[in-house]
């Protein structure tokens, strides 16, 4: 199977974004404490890394139902992104998360 450009950025932007958020939560938001390791974040970070890497999987294995992941991911990774902002010194997830979400709003469309 052919991996077009739009769904190959789309899939490295769904990676980027899964070890981003994973190595941000493991690392920073570790460190940090406090705000950074409440249940509702912490959780938040860990579910945006395990859609992203669905939604790369789905993609990869070139499954049909990769929209609907994809919506699905686009919505947890500005949810992610709004709430990393909110906290602060976390730019980098933040952006990953955005990235992702607008390559995944198309590839849902």
């Known amino acids: 199977m052919k991996i077009d450009p739009e769904m190959?950025?789309?899939?490295?932007?769904?990676?980027?974004?899964?070890a981003t958020c994973?190595?941000?939560a493991m690392n920073h938001c570790l460190e940090i404490g406090g705000a950074?390791?409440?249940k509702k974040h912490f959780t938040l970070m860990m579910a945006c890394a395990e859609i992203c890497r669905t939604s790369a999987h789905f993609m990869l294995v070139g499954s049909?139902?990769?929209?609907?992941?994809?919506?699905e991911c686009a919505d947890i990774c500005l949810e992610c992104a709004a709430d990393c902002e909110r906290l602060g010194d976390m730019e980098d997830c933040v952006a990953a998360c955005r990235r992702c979400a607008e390559s995944c709003r198309q590839m849902a469309s």
């Not at 190959?8 to 899964?18: F, K, S």
């Not at 049909?64 to 919506?71: K, N, T």
Request: net charge negative; hydrophobic share 25%; aromatic share 0%.
């Open 64 to 71: 049909p139902l990769h929209r609907r992941i994809c919506g």
């Open 22 to 24: 994973l190595s941000t």
């Open 36 to 38: 950074h390791v409440e």
């Open 8 to 18: 190959r950025q789309c899939i490295d932007d769904c990676l980027e974004c899964h």
